[in-house]
């Protein structure tokens, strides 16, 4: 009877390594980058955005204009007492993604269009928006997307 203990202990290992990937996923952080843009290079940064996470799931401001080709750096900073993020991407992909965020709530990332900050820190993106059109962001930490902790770039 070993055979089924080999068979959980496997599902068990393949699940946290699931739950701890990195990189482009289903529902991804930079599976989308050619529609919403791509990194952008420091420096042809021309001008840079403060936005403020809060504990209200809120981003303030939660809209913000660009121009076509411009590169932005966005400082994010985190008001609250609860770990905040700010990605970047498609309204489809970011909803898409926050459900699997609520399924491996301890999955962590490291992509250019996302800032993961702690409580009382900032962090920063460095953007390239590609063309006109709104690209949309939001806190994908599980329960804030769903509590309304969302924004929209509109790109000239």
Do not use: Y
Not at 74 to 94: C, M, P, S, W, Y
Not at 138 to 155: D, E, N, R, T, Y
């Amino acid at each position: 009877m070993k055979f089924p203990i080999v068979v959980i202990a496997l599902s068990s290992l393949f699940a946290s390594l699931d739950a701890t990937a990195t990189g482009n996923h289903g529902g991804g952080h930079s599976g989308d980058a050619g529609v919403i843009g791509k990194a952008g290079v420091p420096a042809s940064i021309s001008r840079t955005i403060t936005i403020e996470m809060t504990d209200g799931m809120r981003f303030i401001p939660a809209k913000v204009n660009v121009r076509s080709g411009e590169t932005v750096k966005f400082v994010v900073k985190n008001t609250g007492q609860l770990k905040h993020e700010l990605v970047l991407g498609t309204a489809k992909d970011l909803k898409a993604h926050a459900a699997m965020m609520s399924k491996h709530p301890d999955m962590e990332h490291a992509d250019p269009n996302m800032v993961t900050v702690q409580p009382g820190k900032s962090g920063e993106i460095i953007w390239q928006f590609a063309k006109a059109g709104t690209v949309s962001f939001a806190c994908l930490q599980p329960g804030h997307f769903q509590a309304g902790m969302k924004g929209s770039v509109v790109v000239d």
